[in-house]
Every structure is written in C-alpha cells, then in structure tokens.
C-alpha cells in the first residue's frame, strides 16, 4: 500500500469522527455503560434466589428420548403437587429449577414404533435436593412404555 492510500484512510477515519461526534470520550462512555449493564443482570433475577438447577436425561430402553414433559412436584400434605416444569431437548437432556429440599420427578413422553405411538412415564421419587448447592446434574429418568395406552 502505497502512502497516499494510508493518508487518505486516515483522513477519512478522523473525519467520520468528527462527524459522528464518537470520540474516545463516547466509545469508553459507551463501554462503561454496556458494563455495568452486564455486572447488573444476574441482579435482575432475583425470583430464582435460592433455586438449584436439576439436569438429566430421559431415557428408554438405552436411548435418548426428546420432547419428554418433566413435571417437579412437591409434597403438600398427603398428595404432590406440580411446582415446576421443563421439556427434553437435545438428545433427551432436560433443565429445571427448583428450590431445596425432597422433590419427586415425573416424566411423560412417546415414540413411535411401527407406526404406533406408545406412551412412555418413569419417575424419581424421594429425590433430596440439598441447600447450598446451585446445581444437581447426571439426574437419569428411565421411562417405560404406559400399561393400556399403547397404540392410541
């Protein structure tokens, strides 16, 4: 490059600059704002204080299974009731949230084989979630096909 091609580029830079009005003033301005906007995010999500996050796979039979329903439930009184929910993606993984202590999963999902839909449901149950943790990982729910409802 030969030196007026250099001269002429950094003419042009400086006036774009002076054009745009960004200086090293506004770029380090605009940086200091992008961040405190980063340090400030995981302070916007103050409902999941506490929470732990609960991973795992859906599994039938060895494989897989995707776009399984995993319901979290809870113990109220002498029933469990549903207090968080997720879906299976990506070779049967699945992420949910919950808040310590005893919980039960429960999964429903289906495949279809030989053009018959069969219903899969497994569970864990009595699964304790301690506090303190953020994270619980390699949960495994091993499905089996639903008594009576195959082929619907």
């Known amino acids: 490059m030969n030196m007026a091609g250099r001269v002429g ?3 042009c830079r400086q006036s774009f600059i002076r054009s745009t009005g960004s200086g090293t003033g ?3 301005g605009s940086c200091a704002i992008i961040v405190l906007l980063l340090f400030q995010l995981p302070a916007c999500d103050r409902g999941g204080a506490g929470q732990v996050v609960v991973t795992g796979k859906t599994v ?4 897989a299974i995707e776009e399984v329903r995993v319901l979290v439930l809870r113990s109220d009184g002498d029933r469990w009731k549903e ?12 992420i949910v949230k919950t808040n310590p202590g005893t919980i039960r999963l429960e999964a429903r999902g289906e495949i279809f084989k030989n053009n018959k839909k069969i219903p899969l449901a497994g569970q864990v149950t ?3 979630v301690p506090s303190g943790i953020r994270r ?12 009576g409802e195959a082929g619907r």
Not at 60 to 63: D, F, R, T
């Open 83 to 94: 207090s968080a929910s997720g879906r299976s993606g990506y070779h049967g993984s699945f």
């Open 136 to 147: 619980m990982d390699q949960i495994v729910i091993e499905l089996a096909p639903v008594p």
């Open 26 to 28: 506004t770029v380090l």
């Open 60 to 63: 039938y039979a060895g494989m």
């Open 9 to 11: 580029s950094l003419e």
């Open 126 to 128: 009595a699964l304790e």
